[in-house]
């Protein structure tokens, strides 16, 4: 079992930068594929960023590759979302999931597979 809480969410200028955190409580956070998914008001909840168990995979949406990194780091249970370079269409509530599986081989971006989430930070991106 995973807990998840995220944080670092806020209102930011176009083309500023924000920092998300999610904490994970459980001995075992180390073994579990972890992303981000975003969602806009009146639309699904999209894949943003996923990082393997290991860090030894990561991948991205198209939509933030090149503005976004995920990282994380099992000593402390937390994974982050930097975000760069912020465009009014990343407005949305950002959330943190770990996937239903332990040490799966693929990251995976299909939101069934995740079955974990934390209960969302909201990103703001003014013009």
Avoid: H
Avoid at 12 to 39: D, E, H, K, P
Avoid at 59 to 67: C, D, E, F, H, L
Avoid at 82 to 106: F, G, H, P, W
């Amino acid at each position: 079992q995973v807990q998840l809480a995220e944080s670092g969410g806020g209102l930011v200028q176009v083309g500023g930068s924000l920092r998300l955190s999610c904490a994970a409580s459980g001995r075992t956070f180390s073994s579990y594929n972890m992303a981000w998914f975003r969602q806009a008001p009146g639309k699904e909840r999209e894949f943003v960023a996923g990082v393997k168990w290991n860090g030894g995979i990561i991948i991205y949406a198209n939509s933030v590759k090149g503005r976004f990194t995920i990282s994380r780091d099992n000593a402390k249970n937390t994974v982050y979302l930097q975000m760069n370079s912020l465009k009014a269409e990343d407005t949305a509530v950002y959330y943190c999931a770990a996937d239903s599986r332990t040490q799966r081989i693929v990251v995976l971006t299909n939101i069934n597979e995740y079955g974990y989430w934390g209960q969302g930070t909201q990103v703001s991106v003014s013009s």
